[in-house]
């Protein structure tokens, strides 16, 4: 005689996984909720020519960033803030679609100064520019 059984409900296993899956989903909501909420980081309250620049980069006003931090690189000052806007420079130009201007820029940061070049992935963005180009 044929008996038909009810399946087991889920062991405890299946339960703790289910669990742990929803407690990590309700955390990851939350983290991005944070994030969203949160302010992005700001140099906007500097009052030198390189905060300057950088807020209005970081405002995306590219045109403005453009010119500010083009005017530092063209003093070429001896000092750390002119090689990051060098940098900076490259990453407008990125932005305004201008990956020739950036690959030159990026260049000579390398010929200028190669520890920087590695340290800030240069050589991550110098590819995305010459992708952007065709020149895979």
Same mark, same amino acid.
């Given at each position: 005689?044929?008996?038909?059984?009810?399946?087991?409900?889920?062991?405890?296993?299946?339960?703790?996984?289910?669990?742990?899956?929803?407690?990590?989903?309700?955390?990851?909501?939350?983290?991005?909720?944070?994030?969203?909420?949160?302010?992005?980081?700001?140099?906007?309250?500097? =009052?030198?020519? #390189?905060?300057? +620049?950088?807020?209005?980069?970081?405002?995306?006003? !590219?045109? $403005? /960033?453009?010119?500010? @931090?083009?005017?530092?690189?063209?003093?070429?000052?001896?000092?750390?803030?002119?090689? =990051?806007?060098? #940098?900076?420079? +490259?990453?407008?130009?990125?932005?305004?679609?201008? !990956?020739? $201007? /950036?690959?030159?820029? @990026?260049?000579?940061?390398?010929?200028?100064?190669?520890?920087?070049?590695?340290?800030?992935?240069?050589?991550?963005?110098?590819?995305?520019?010459?992708?952007?180009?065709?020149?895979?």
């Amino acid at each position: 005689m044929w008996v038909a059984r009810r399946p087991a409900p889920p062991g405890p296993s299946l339960t703790l996984g289910v669990t742990r899956l929803y407690t990590a989903a309700v955390l990851h909501l939350l983290l991005l909720l944070a994030l969203a909420a949160a302010p992005p980081p700001t140099t906007c309250g500097q =009052r030198d020519d #390189y905060g300057t +620049a950088l807020c209005a980069y970081q405002r995306r006003n !590219f045109a $403005e /960033a453009e010119g500010r @931090f083009r005017a530092i690189v063209e003093k070429n000052a001896d000092d750390p803030r002119t090689l =990051r806007s060098m #940098y900076f420079l +490259a990453r407008t130009e990125m932005k305004l679609g201008r !990956f020739d $201007e /950036a690959q030159t820029l @990026f260049i000579r940061i390398y010929a200028l100064d190669a520890p920087f070049y590695h340290a800030w992935s240069c050589d991550f963005l110098l590819g995305e520019c010459r992708r952007a180009m065709g020149k895979e």
